[in-house]
């Protein structure tokens, strides 16, 4: 019988093959590199929570349209699976990455939306991202590229200004903000369809720097510059400062359904619904007897017998070596401690006095089910939910359900 991870999961009980190949058994041909076999982890990625944490973060911003962050590969379910779903939702104005090739990836997947690159990208750059309706971040004196660019296409170039007002990374310092912003105005070549700035989520310099976006703002407007729609808000803002909601809304981790600080989550100021899931099989079940160990430098001893499994997920995939310091991995409805060290590759669970799971089990290390949320994983090994999704490989199977 062919094994693939739909047979699998319905026969669900196959264990991986102890030697393989089997003494004098031919030598099977390699497998084609895209398969993945059924034990190997995977992510999950729920549509429905994806439009359900749409609709909240837009009741949550007071019906304005948000631009959704969707950059590092989608915060780990891949950039086009999240846009495809985000694209038709009338309340997602807009998508934003920071890699070029992200924005790329988002047009060849036939996504319609105003794509924001908030990255970085030389004249060649600017000329690709232009040509495919991507619309660059500016923040430095470029105009006469611009005109270039807009006298070669016949038509002006549609950018948004960034204004850094605290932040200290990408984005013209505000002092120095508003001859460039009248610089970009006053030219046919550009249409400015938005202006923005980005909160060092301190909450006490965040109103300093509000202070500053809108005093600066509303003198480049007295004056007649049109700067499109102003945003600041992420996640984080959407709990802290009702008062930068602005013209639209821009965050990431909230869309994805996880509270990007443990107190939010108990704010109820919105309902988010996890969006990812890390599962994979139990692929080993052994009992280690009393003074065995388990993992590099005899992480763990085992004070008395004890069953352990083993899960073929570690750091490679995305599932921190922090994991190791409390994280609790389901299997069969139950929580078990991670124990030992995560490695590259693997993952040891302690079961307990009995072999309560078997190999072939599903795991789940994250997903939207209350105690394995990826909060609920923070908060028992102190992993950030930021490196949780958006380090989840890239090359692990996604699976939109
Ligand atoms: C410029 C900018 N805006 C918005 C966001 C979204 O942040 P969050 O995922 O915390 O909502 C990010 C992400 O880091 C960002 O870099």
Request: hydrophobic share 45%.
């Amino acid at each position: 019988m062919s094994l693939s991870r739909r047979t699998f999961i319905k026969t669900g009980t196959l264990a991986p093959l102890a030697a393989w190949p089997p003494a004098g058994a031919a030598q099977p041909q390699p497998a084609p590199a895209a398969a993945s076999s059924a034990f190997d982890p995977w992510v999950e990625v729920h549509a429905g929570n994806l439009r359900h944490n749409v609709a909240e973060v837009q009741r949550r911003a007071g019906g304005r349209p948000i631009l959704a962050v969707i950059k590092n590969n989608g915060y780990g379910a891949g950039v086009a699976n999240v846009a495809r779903v985000l694209d038709p939702l009338p309340a997602i104005a807009g998508l934003a990455v920071v890699k070029l090739q992200e924005a790329v990836t988002l047009r060849d997947a036939g996504i319609r939306k105003p794509i924001l690159l908030l990255g970085p990208f030389d004249e060649r750059d600017l000329e690709e991202a232009v040509s495919r309706d991507i619309t660059p971040m500016v923040y430095t004196p470029i105009g006469p590229s611009l005109d270039r660019l807009a006298a070669k296409r016949g038509r002006p170039v549609h950018i948004q200004i960034c204004i850094d007002t605290g932040i200290g990374r990408v984005g013209v310092p505000w002092r120095d903000a508003a001859p460039l912003v009248r610089d970009l105005a006053g030219r046919a070549s550009v249409a400015i369809d938005g202006t923005f700035m980005t909160f060092t989520e301190d909450p006490a310099y965040d109103r300093e720097q509000l202070a500053r976006f809108q005093s600066l703002c509303a003198s480049l407007e007295r004056e007649g510059a049109r700067l499109g729609a102003k945003h600041a808000a992420s996640s984080y803002t959407l709990y802290q400062h009702p008062d930068a909601f602005l013209d639209m809304v821009r965050p990431g981790m909230a869309i994805f359904g996880v509270h990007p600080e443990p107190q939010f989550r108990q704010s109820g100021a919105m309902d988010l619904r996890p969006a990812l899931a890390l599962r994979a099989r139990v692929i080993y079940v052994k009992q280690l007897k009393k003074g065995d160990s388990a993992g590099y430098n005899r992480a763990y001893l085992a004070e008395r017998d004890v069953w352990v499994a083993t899960l073929p997920t570690g750091h490679t995939d995305g599932w921190p070596r922090v994991a190791a310091k409390g994280a609790r991995v389901r299997i069969g409805g139950r929580l078990y401690p991670v124990v030992a060290s995560v490695s590259a590759s693997h993952t040891i669970v302690e079961v307990g006095d009995e072999p309560a799971v078997k190999i072939g089990d599903p795991v789940t290390f994250f997903d939207w089910e209350d105690g394995s949320r990826p909060e609920d994983v923070s908060a028992a090994c102190g992993a950030s939910v930021y490196d949780l999704t958006m380090h989840l490989n890239p090359l692990m199977p996604r699976r939109v359900i």
